[in-house]
């Protein structure tokens, strides 16, 4: 478990404990030291002198001056005292008590006496006991005494420490998460009932995740309702364009290609831009179904190799571990498809692209693997070349097509998908990008 | 003669640009800018071919194909949300002929129109082709399963009559999208797979109880020789 948990927990376990130590050890001598200063005669005497008292309180005053004097002794003293009549009757009527203390076999001392008339009664004293077992001070009470507070203090221990480390731990995963661009995280829902600091901190922090999750949404509203108006223009623009050209553009031709051209491409980053706000924002909507990579990955090579130049190489593919994976079929099949694209774009045409499925490190890993024999990329450039519109800048220079979205769209499916992405730069030359995705999702 | 396309889009700018350019290549031209006007129009004969756009006002384009498809086998192209696989997908289950994203290029929607329309109103070929309990016709383009008429739009009636004529053999994707849908398959394109599990839904298994149609994977379809 996590650590916060045990510094608390063993930290307040042990001083309780610790604690409950020192004081039954403190309290066993104090209490084996008073024994030992009270001798066993001072309280025999004492009792022998309320016998003694008890005796004359008869003669002088009778019976009822026996009672009188037997209910002024303390209680806890009178206990040791039990007079019997002639007629075999406790004075006071505690006939029950006494023969319980007889029957336990309770060592006791008689004395016989008389009253004035002469009738005779007989008075029961009884030793003092020593302190009972359980409570009694030795290793064993000792013993008894301790266990019985490591377990007590173990369980409110346990809860105090469980209930400071268990949010803690929560807020923290929540963190990550929203690290992780999961800005729908809340925390506060998991500890509905704390109205102390930690409360309040997880109800900051979702206000925090709320305010960001907010700034994202309307980032992305902007984003996608401004390219969602630039299409109709744009394809407003294409038909006046053809139209345009159908009237006879003659020596303007090459300049309205060029407006085609550009028109398509903005076309493109348009959809583009839709393409990914849409995968990442409703993609979890949609059901999950099985896919087979082999065959996902056949067909994807079979339509991307539609495109490539005849005579050139292509992308090499062969079948090989089998996988069968949940998820979403289509936004895979982009992801790859935009993989393999940007390979190709960038490889050396002569020597084509590779892509592989091989078994990931891990148990129940799949991994897809993609090389290109290019230039590769600027090692301190690997990691930003999966933000939305990065380029490397040889990339920008050459225009090579493309606006920098495809890798990002890849890299948003594979997250879909619990798995992740990762590129790096063949000894060799060339790019490889590693898709590694969990067989069970999680 | 001319050909009558009905296009059917809510942007009323980009339909009147699309109908002179279509008037300029020699079509009749009808518009429709919601579902509710599409259904009126489609109701009145003499419209050779659709251009449906999926999204529209009052009944979306979707909703449209699936009543047209009730009763008719009028060729229908759906204008499509570029990346918006489901409508899509949806569009061609429901029997659309093709699809073109939007925004689209006015050219690559031509040809689109008239691959399809010379598919469904070329110059007929004669002749019956009879395999297993199928009976092909090909002057009028309808199929009879054991005696049984079936419905099938125009490109499901090509991709059947290619797969048939080359019956045992493996027929490439590529193959069946240049002879029924008479262009390349484009990226992202699963036109002819729709097309054909349309095809075996409506066929079933043969006589002796197996698909009909096989996939042979990455590179097409079979029909089976019994």
């Known amino acids: 478990m996590h650590s916060l948990f045990w510094k608390l927990f063993l930290t307040m376990w042990l001083s309780i404990v610790g604690f409950a130590a020192a004081i039954g050890w403190l309290n066993d001598t104090l209490a084996r030291e008073q024994w030992a200063e009270e001798p066993v005669d001072s309280f025999e005497r004492g009792i022998f002198r309320i016998g003694q008292r008890a005796q004359q309180a008869l003669h002088m005053d009778g019976r009822r001056g026996l009672r009188d004097e037997l209910l002024n002794i303390p209680r806890m003293t009178r206990g040791h005292i039990y007079v019997v009549d002639g007629a075999q009757r406790e004075v006071l009527g505690r006939d029950d008590a006494l023969r319980q203390l007889m029957e ?51 369980l409110i221990s346990y809860f105090l420490a469980r209930s400071l480390a268990t949010p803690l731990e929560a807020l923290r995963k929540a963190s990550r998460k929203i690290a992780a661009g999961d800005l729908g995280t809340r925390v506060s829902q998991a500890m509905p009932q704390r109205h102390d600091e930690i409360g309040q901190l997880a109800a900051d922090f979702d206000a925090m995740a709320a305010r960001l999750e907010a700034m994202q949404i309307a980032n992305r509203r902007l984003l996608q309702d401004v390219s969602h108006e630039l299409r109709s223009p744009l394809a407003r623009m294409s038909v006046a364009l053809e139209i345009a050209r159908k009237k006879g553009a003659g020596p303007i031709e090459s300049e309205l290609d060029r407006i085609g051209l550009e028109s398509e491409r903005l076309g493109t980053l348009v959809n583009d831009v839709l393409g990914l706000l849409r995968e990442s924002s409703e993609s979890g909507q949609q059901a999950d179904e099985d896919i087979d990579l082999n065959e996902l990955l056949a067909d994807l090579v079979d339509v991307v190799n539609y495109e490539v130049k005849p005579g050139m190489p292509g992308i090499a593919w062969a079948p090989a571990e089998p996988g069968v994976l949940r998820g979403n079929r289509e936004l895979l099949w982009r992801a790859v498809e935009n993989l393999l694209r940007n390979a190709l774009r960038h490889t050396d045409p002569a020597r084509g692209v590779r892509l592989s499925l091989e078994r990931g490190r891990r148990k129940g890993e799949l991994r897809i693997v993609v090389r290109d024999f290019g230039s590769g990329v600027p090692e301190g450039e690997l990691e930003k070349i999966f933000e939305p519109f990065y380029r490397v800048q040889e990339s920008r220079d050459r225009n090579s097509g493309g606006h920098g979205l495809g890798l990002s769209i890849a890299a948003n499916a594979v997250r879909r998908h619990g798995g992740s992405i990762r590129a790096e730069n063949a000894p060799d030359g060339g790019l490889v990008v590693t898709i590694s995705l969990p067989l069970h999702n999680p | 003669m001319h050909n009558t396309l009905l296009l059917a889009d809510d942007d009323i700018e980009l339909c009147a640009l699309l109908k002179e350019y279509f ?42 194909l699936k009543e047209l498809r009730r009763d008719s086998r009028l060729p229908v192209i759906m204008l499509t949300a570029r990346g918006d696989d489901m409508d899509r997908i949806l569009g061609l289950e429901l029997g659309a002929d093709d699809y073109v994203p939007k925004p689209c290029n006015p050219r690559e929607l031509l040809a689109r129109i008239r691959a399809v329309m010379r598919r469904a109103h070329g110059p007929a070929e004669h002749g019956l082709i009879q395999v297993d309990d199928l009976e092909l016709n090909q002057g009028n383009r309808t199929l009879r399963m054991a005696g049984e008429a079936v419905e099938l739009t125009s490109t499901e009636f090509s991709i059947l009559l290619t797969l048939l004529q080359h019956r045992g053999e493996v027929v490439s994707k590529r193959d069946l999208y240049m002879s029924a849908l008479g262009r390349e398959p484009v990226p992202h394109d699963r036109s002819v797979d729709m097309h054909v599990s349309n095809l075996r839904r409506k066929l079933g298994a043969d006589p002796a109880g197996e698909n009909r149609i096989e996939t042979i994977r990455g590179i097409g379809y079979q029909y089976r020789v019994a």
């Open chain 1, 104 to 154: 336990r076999g309770t060592p006791m001392e008689t004395t016989e006496f008389q009253d004035a008339e002469g009738a005779g009664f007989t008075m029961y004293t009884v030793r003092r006991t020593p302190p009972s077992t359980i409570l009694a001070p030795g290793p064993r009470g000792t013993a008894l005494r301790l266990a019985a507070a490591a377990l007590i203090s173990a």
């Open chain 2, 23 to 64: 008037e300029s290549e020699g079509f009749d031209v009808r518009l429709a800018h919601d579902g509710l006007e599409a259904l009126e129009e489609l109701r009145k004969p003499g419209l050779d071919l659709v251009v449906l756009d999926v999204m529209m006002p009052e009944v979306n384009g979707l909703d449209v």
